[in-house]
């Protein structure tokens, strides 16, 4: 049980981590898009 958690936890790490590189193209995306991922 606690491995079926765990996988879909590291799937929304991974989701949130690709925004990572738009960011840097938009200062303002990383900040808005932080707010609703956070």
Known sequence: MTGQIGCPRRHRV???AAPP???RGTPEGPGLRGS???
Do not use: E, T
């Open 14 to 16: 991974q989701q949130g």
């Open 21 to 23: 590189a738009p960011r």
């Open 36 to 38: 609703s991922g956070a």
